[in-house]
């Protein structure tokens, strides 16, 4: 079945440090890809995606890049700020007909100012 | 507009109630889920619904009985609950069971079993 290994936290970073949380995969098909955060206290948000090999989802400074040759989805961040102290879940949606989400076990950062 | 709604948010109950978790979704979505995070903050899927119809049960205990009384709604009825029962459950949709397309989470009901 489709699996999720992601980087175990937690990671502590100095303000307008550089971010990176690996996640790589194993999958049947073609799956898109996710990662989501989860700030204290609330549900999860979609932060970025990326459908298909070679595609980058953005969003809010985050980036991640869809690695089809090397099963991994990295996140990254130039310039992290306190207010992205979070748990960051990277997920792999339905394919090859295995019908759900997987989720890695979560990374959490902290931002220290 | 809230997209994804549970209630409660908190839950304190003791040993061997039986409770009920409510989860509405306003999205027009046909596929909606239970997740389990437990306090290492580990997600773990319980069930998913698609069109009212059960189509992911993993291994989970048959005191948990999730009911789909329409598309918008999936409950999650518990009994006899256990102190391993503690945790966060996060109800989720998504428009429908395709790659592409990602889930929104509600806000989670924290349970807490004395």
């Known amino acids: 079945g489709n699996s999720v290994t992601q980087m175990e936290g937690p990671v502590t970073l100095s303000e307008e440090a550089f971010l990176t949380i690996n996640c790589t995969y194993t999958a049947t098909g073609y799956p898109s890809l996710f990662w989501y955060v989860q700030y204290p206290g609330e549900g999860l948000q979609l932060l970025l995606k990326a459908t298909k090999a070679d595609d980058k989802g953005s969003n809010k400074g985050f980036e991640a890049t869809y690695r089809k040759e090397t099963t991994s989805f990295h996140l990254e961040k130039g310039s992290v700020q306190v207010s992205d102290s979070a748990v960051y879940f990277c997920?792999?949606?339905?394919?090859?007909?295995?019908?759900?989400?997987?989720f890695g076990i979560g990374t959490k950062l902290q931002v220290i100012p | 507009d809230t997209a994804v709604s549970q209630t409660p948010k908190y839950l304190v109950t003791q040993m061997g109630n039986d409770k009920s978790i409510k989860c509405e979704q306003n999205l027009g979505h046909d596929t909606m889920y239970w997740y389990k995070q437990d306090s290492k903050k580990f997600l773990k899927i319980m069930f998913s619904?698609?069109?009212?119809?059960?189509?992911i049960n993993e291994t989970v205990p048959n005191r948990f009985s999730p009911k789909s009384p329409d598309k918008a709604h999936l409950n999650l009825h518990i009994n006899s609950l256990e102190l391993g029962d503690s945790a966060v459950y996060f109800c989720?949709?998504?428009?429908?069971?395709?790659?592409?397309?990602?889930?929104?989470f509600g806000q989670g009901t924290r349970l807490t079993v004395v």
């Open positions: 989720a949709s998504s428009p429908k069971l395709t790659q592409n397309t990602e889930a929104f």
């Open positions: 619904y698609n069109n009212k119809e059960l189509i």
């Open positions: 997920a792999l949606g339905p394919s090859g007909g295995y019908q759900k989400v997987t």
